[in-house]
């Protein structure tokens, strides 16, 4: 996770394999810190333990450019664990994080 978790958006994101849509190819996103209302229907929990469905879930509320369930679903593996390193990042309170106020 990088500095920019303590921020409201992450540092852009440059995925390992891009995403293909249609004749637009996203090489790199950012993600931005959820609302609470934007964590409803994933339990925290498996956020931070960054399971597949929480996550798949999550990225395209969190995402820009905004990317669909589908174009998560077919992400490569390292670039959805990127992501959930940041999303399990802005979850962390600055104390657990070892950031002073």
Do not use: H, W, Y
Not at 1 to 6: F, S
Not at 40 to 52: C, H, K, S, Y
Not at 74 to 89: F, K, R, S, T
Request: aromatic fraction near 0%; hydrophobic fraction near 35%; proline fraction near 6%.
């Amino acid at each position: 996770m990088t500095k920019a978790n303590t921020a409201t958006v992450t540092d852009p994101i440059e995925l390992d394999e891009p995403i293909k849509r249609g004749e637009q190819t996203i090489d790199t996103i950012t993600l931005r810190k959820p609302k609470s209302g934007e964590l409803r229907g994933v339990a925290l929990a498996d956020v931070l333990q960054m399971q597949t469905d929480a996550l798949i879930t999550l990225i395209p509320r969190l995402s820009n450019p905004s990317l669909t369930a589908t174009e998560v679903r077919q992400m490569d593996p390292a670039d959805l664990v990127q992501c959930g390193g940041e999303i399990a990042g802005f979850l962390l309170t600055k104390r657990a994080k070892g950031e002073s106020e």
